[in-house]
């Protein structure tokens, strides 16, 4: 058994390694999976319509933090035609000076790009009505993601969501040593959401997927 501080330094110094050799493209963000981009932000579209609006208790379009961001595959298509500003955090630099000219013209509506990674990122405290985490939870550490989702809780304008999509995994905790990640079931996830003092507000599994490919899970929180 190895060290737990040494563990955690390599499992996120081999991710950032691992994120560093990956071409900036879509294909790149997701794996080799770029052609299910499309049905992703389609159903992320449905998803987040349910709570954008004018009136009672309706979540805000003026700012959205999109993280772990990659290129911005989901600002682009997901965030910038429905907020006026974007933010965008990831650990991987090369991401984000792709995303400058990937974004065209709209990108111009991002007001930041934090290179940082989530495990030390402090979202600015009531700027975001909007805080959509994608693909990348499984490359925080259990206390890690409690305390960053914690900090995304302050980070909330009213009314404000955190949204979840990610991996789950049949049952427990899945390693991935190549990326060096891990892939938790539902019920893990959603015990690390009350853990830090969320709630669920909704969840919906994201249908016509790749049958080979892991279920896909989306959580609003607040
Ligand atoms: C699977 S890609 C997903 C990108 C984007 N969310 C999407 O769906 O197109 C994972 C992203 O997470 C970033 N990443 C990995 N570990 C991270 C960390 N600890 N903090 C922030 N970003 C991280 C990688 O650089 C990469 O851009």
Redesign the pocket.
């Known amino acids: 058994m190895g060290d737990k501080a040494e563990d955690e330094t390599s499992f ?1 110094s081999n ?2 390694g ?3 050799d ?1 071409p900036p493209t ?1 294909d ?4 080799g999976y770029g052609s299910i ?1 499309s049905i ?1 932000i389609n159903g992320s579209k449905a998803f987040l319509n349910k709570f954008l609006g004018e009136g009672e208790g309706k979540t805000g379009c003026s700012c959205a933090l ?9 600002t682009k298509r997901l965030l910038l035609p429905l907020f006026s500003t974007v933010d965008l ?4 630099q090369e ?1 984000l000076d792709k995303a400058k000219h990937y974004l065209g013209t709209e990108g111009r509506r991002v007001e930041n790009y934090f290179c ?6 402090e979202p600015m405290s009531g700027r975001y009505d909007i805080i ?5 939870i499984g ?2 550490t259990d206390s ?1 993601l409690v305390q960053f989702l914690r900090r995304c809780q302050k980070g909330l304008r009213p009314n404000g969501l955190i949204v979840i ?1 990610d991996n789950v995994s049949f049952e427990g905790v899945v390693p991935d040593e190549v ?1 060096s ?1 891990v892939c938790r079931d539902l019920e893990i996830v959603r015990s690390l959401v009350h853990r830090a003092g969320l709630q669920i507000v909704h969840e919906e599994q994201q249908m016509n997927f790749p049958q080979e490919i892991y279920q896909v899970h989306t959580l609003a929180l607040r």
């Open positions: 996120y991710a950032e691992y994120w560093r990956v879509v790149g963000m997701l794996g981009s992703d999109d993280c772990g961001a990659g290129i911005g595959r989901i955090v990831d650990v991987t991401f940082c990674g989530l495990q030390d990122f959509w985490i994608q693909w990348v490359h925080l890690h999509k990326d990640s």
